[in-house]
C-alpha cells in the first residue's frame, strides 16, 4: 500500500473515534516504511501519556521503544489529533480498536496492545 493510501486509510477510519476530552493521554499513529518488503508501508498504533512526538523521538533512541518503531518509524501521522487529552481507559480501548479497525480497513498496523 502506498504512502498516500495508509494516510488516506488511516485518516478515514480514525475519524471514527470520539472519545470523552478526560485526562493526559494520547493516541497515535506512527507511519512505517520497510523498502524490499511486500508491503513497505504501515502503521503502529501507540498510547502514550507524554508528548506524542517525545515518545516518537524516545522510540527512535530505543528508550521503552517498539523494535518496529525503532527501526521503520518513519513520523508519527497527521490523524488522530482528537485522540489526544484523553482518559487512560479510554485511550487503552481506542488503541485496541482503533489497531483492529485498520487490520479490518486493510493496513498493516503493528502495536495496539
Known amino acids: 500500500m502506498k504512502r498516500s493510501a495508509i494516510l488516506a486509510n488511516v485518516s478515514t477510519v480514525a475519524a471514527g473515534f470520539r472519545p470523552p476530552r478526560a ?6 499513529v506512527a507511519l512505517l516504511a520497510e523498502p524490499g518488503a511486500l508491503q513497505p508501508y504501515g502503521v503502529y498504533v501507540g498510547l502514550t ?13 530505543g528508550h521503552k521503544a517498539s523494535r518496529c518503531v525503532r527501526k521503520h518509524g518513519v513520523e508519527v501521522l497527521p490523524v488522530g489529533l482528537h485522540l ?3 482518559g487512560w481507559a479510554d485511550a487503552e480501548r481506542i488503541e485496541r480498536e482503533l489497531h483492529r479497525a485498520l487490520v479490518l480497513a486493510g493496513v498493516l498496523a503493528k502495536g495496539g496492545h
Open 49 to 61: 501519556g507524554l508528548p506524542v512526538a517525545q515518545r516518537f523521538a524516545n522510540h527512535k533512541k
Open 84 to 86: 489526544r487529552g484523553i
Open 23 to 28: 485526562g493526559k493521554h494520547s493516541v497515535y
